[in-house]
């Protein structure tokens, strides 16, 4: 959240108004293991004079803003040169490095604590690159950009030359590695120039590609910026008199999508944190779109009968099976749902949520249940002719499951037909004993009789229960 303000200096009414700007630090990372339930966020008020005061809030009736400390510690000393950029960038495991810029160099600062391998201040002096007559390294920078997939920082000047600093994290250099797909300084600023010349009309030497600002898109390879044809040798001022600006997005460099979908996952598994507070202010938004909206797809699946069973048609049969249980995007986002219910609930502290997102996660729990018993129901209908008495206690674990308390009704009138038409064809001989519904699994523990009541819970005479995510789920995929 940034917010800007203006406060009177001396008198509110006659005197100066001061604008002051006001901005709220991440998150604090105490270093601490296990993470405390703390939310150590700042308020940094600053003014154009360079002071910045930190404030933090105290947990009181109503809310107080309390001094936390001054800042006082010299990253760069005097040297009659502007600073034309400035910004924090987070690398890795939420460490963060200072880059700002001068005019023709560029500066990285890490505090002295930190655990990169460097600190201090490193300087890199950047080459002019020949993209008009107006490109010079001495141009502000107009765009600072940390690419986490290939741990490089993108940097960007107004005559629209690009300077990469490869090793971020580890040992930043400017100097190029020989990988093949390594992003190449020089190459991107051609690239860009490329676009440049293919959106604006008669360009030539003359025409310089201001840009203006610079960011990533998606974290990686496709950026977004402002760009505007200019030409600093024509004092004419005819440039100057009518400006022309223009968003770009656009791709820079091929990548390939199975590294970076990999790269990705690593940055969000290794920088994982906890925090409770955020999630208890998502909760109500979270909640609402675990909750399931679509339709029961199951009610799609049409499986051709089978009168007879060759090796090429059991091929056939195992594949549309797996093909309906593993197949469908909207069953797979059900048991991501699922699975991101499970985490909210242990992690939100509050008694009352849990139980609201149990009930959630109890209802995603059921419609996958469901969907899945009605697909294997079915195959095993398509299939009733070619069924044998040792099939049939397999069959009736499906039936009796389609029969407990909370199934669909539809469902519950597949399970008792497929029971029907499976011991007519099996039993087909008056004197044959048909096997009822009745079906029980042994406890592991006490190894005595469980009746299959519920599909999320089972309980044995003596008290022994398994939860959804115990042993009885064993006997509900068996």
Sequence with gaps: ????????????????????????????????????????????????????????????????????????????????TSVTALSWTEVSHKRSILVYCKPGKLYLWRHSSSDLGW???????????????????????????????????????????????????????????????????????????????????????????????????????????????????????????????????????????????????????????????????????????????SDDHSLLVNVPTWASMTPELRRIFRTSLVRHLFGWDVLFSLRMRLSMADFVWKYIRDEQKQVECGHVAQDLLNKISHRVLRTIIRHLTAVVDLLTPNDIPFVLRMVVQSLLPGSPEDLSIEGKRLQNISQAVVYSNSQDILVTNTFNELCPACKVEVPLQDITTAVCTNGHTWGMFGPSACFASR
Excluded at 162 to 181: K, Q
Excluded at 233 to 239: Q, T
Excluded at 260 to 285: C, D, H, M, W
């Design 1 to 80: 959240m940034d917010l800007t303000l203006w406060t009177a200096s001396k008198n509110c009414l006659k005197g100066e108004w001061i604008k002051v700007g006001m901005t709220w630090s991440p998150r604090a990372d105490f270093g601490l293991t296990p993470t405390p339930p703390v939310d150590g966020s700042l308020l940094i008020v600053g003014n154009r004079a360079g002071s910045l005061v930190f404030l933090s809030e105290a947990h009181s009736d109503p809310p107080e803003l309390s001094l936390t400390f001054d800042a006082n510690e010299k990253i760069s000393q005097p040297d009659k």
């Design 119 to 293: 600190s201090g201040s490193r300087s890199y002096r950047l080459k002019t690159q020949k993209l008009s007559v107006g490109s010079s390294s001495l141009h502000p920078a107009s765009g600072i950009q940390y690419i986490n997939r290939q741990d490089i920082l993108v940097l960007t000047l107004f005559d629209g030359s690009f300077h990469i600093v490869y090793n971020l994290s580890g040992e930043p250099t400017m100097t190029p590695p020989t990988d093949d797909n390594a992003v190449i300084s020089e190459k991107l600023s051609q690239t860009v120039r490329s676009v440049f010349a293919q959106t604006e009309n008669d360009v030539d030497s003359g025409d310089m590609n201001r840009i203006t600002g610079l960011t990533s898109y998606d974290g990686s390879a496709t950026f977004i910026w402002i760009q505007e044809a200019s030409r600093p040798s024509d004092f004419s001022y005819k440039h100057d008199a009518k400006h022309n600006s223009t968003l770009l997005v656009s791709g820079l460099w091929n990548e390939n999508e199975n590294d970076a979908l990999v790269n990705e996952l690593q940055a969000v598994l290794n920088g994982a944190k906890i925090n409770r507070t955020k999630l208890s202010i998502l909760y109500p938004r979270i909640l609402a779109i675990l909750k399931p909206k």
